[in-house]
């Protein structure tokens, strides 16, 4: 097996940052022997000698509880789980740190290539590198290493919520809920059928009746159903029956499938207020959420995982780029 030694632009372009040589208050020093006591010999290889760790086998890479990242050597707050997000790279992402003192940034020039490193500002532990290719508000992918990290969970003040929409190829939908802030997970599956249980390839034959849904679990007070909604609207063509683009039957359907009463008025009043700017019918469905069968597991978070597949290229990442255009207007205020 061999081991990814740094965490790289998914471009290949790699933009240092403007090196931060932020003081902090209570700093940690300890010798060579004193760490070594102190952290496993991984921790103490990536947190003290600037190691990376293998793309895709550390424990935070997709952990989802709320709460907050500290740096596995002094404690140090670094980055809040709600300013995570998944970037596909195989490490922990997050698009900003708890705060501008929390940490470091350090011009590397290591491995040939110019970098921005990210330290713990606390004990000066290396923690992963900044990249300028991440989502908005701050267009930043902080890549850091798990082993760094240690995890304080925090109660949830609200009960998350569940949302389950059908819009053609789940693939598509997954990886669009999948960018919204407030959005905990998303599973994709199938419901509305008969068939319990049912694989991949009877949905696909068209006799089990079920749709290809993504099911969205999310903190309300983050997101509101309303926001994700909209989403729903955008990702698919909500006037064509039991079809998107080249895909047809009655499984890529348009529906929404409504979890309370307040959803499905919420839905009914998002539908009509689209209806009044749409030349054509919306044949979107509107029914109770029945049972939600998971699809088999190379299913989920397909396209952060298959980005190089033609349809990925040819079909999810144009719908994904127009989201992030919507999402970045949508912060911009426009």
């Not at 293998?54 to 989802?64: D, H, I, L, M, Q």
């Not at 990886?175 to 696909?204: H, Q």
């Not at 348009?254 to 919420?266: G, M, R, T, V």
């Not at 995982?305 to 207007?329: G, M, R």
Request: charged share 25%.
């Amino acid at each position: 097996m061999v081991c990814i030694t740094s965490c790289l632009n998914t471009t290949g372009q790699v933009t240092a940052q403007k090196e931060e040589t932020t003081t902090m208050k209570n700093k940690i020093i300890r010798t060579d022997a004193e760490w070594k006591k102190t952290l496993t010999p991984e921790q103490y290889r990536v947190l003290r000698t600037g190691g990376t760790e293998c793309a895709f086998t550390g424990e935070y890479y997709k952990y989802k509880d709320n709460g907050v990242y500290i740096c596995a050597g002094c404690g140090n707050e670094v980055f809040r789980s709600s300013k995570k997000f998944e970037s596909g790279t195989g490490w922990p992402s997050f698009f900003e740190p708890v705060d501008k003192n929390c940490i470091t940034e350090k011009r590397d020039t290591s491995h040939g290539m110019v970098r921005t490193e990210v330290l713990c500002s606390r004990c000066d532990g290396h923690l992963g590198h900044v990249f300028n290719d991440g989502p908005q508000p701050t267009g930043l992918r902080y890549c850091i290493n798990s082993v760094s990290l240690a995890f304080k969970t925090i109660a949830s003040s609200s009960k998350i919520e569940t949302a389950t929409f059908g819009s053609g190829c789940f693939w598509c939908s997954d990886a669009a809920f999948r960018m919204l802030e407030g959005v905990k997970s998303v599973e994709v599956g199938y419901m509305g059928g008969e068939t319990r249980n049912p694989t991949y390839k009877e949905v696909c034959a068209g006799n089990s009746g079920h749709a290809e849904v993504s099911q969205v679990k999310f903190d309300p007070t983050s997101i509101s159903y309303d926001k994700i909604l909209d989403i729903f609207w955008k990702i698919h063509d909500p006037t064509s029956l039991n079809r998107q683009g080249a895909d047809t039957g009655t499984q890529y359907r348009s529906a929404i499938f409504y979890h309370s009463p307040e959803q499905k008025a919420a839905a009914e009043k998002s539908r009509d207020e689209l209806q009044k700017t749409m030349a054509r019918k919306i044949v979107t469905e509107i029914t109770p959420a029945a049972e939600f069968f998971k699809a088999e597991d190379y299913h989920q978070d397909y396209y952060n995982n298959n980005q190089q597949l033609p349809y990925c290229k040819a079909v999810v990442q144009p719908k994904i780029e127009k989201i992030k255009e919507h999402l970045n207007k949508a912060k911009a205020g426009k």
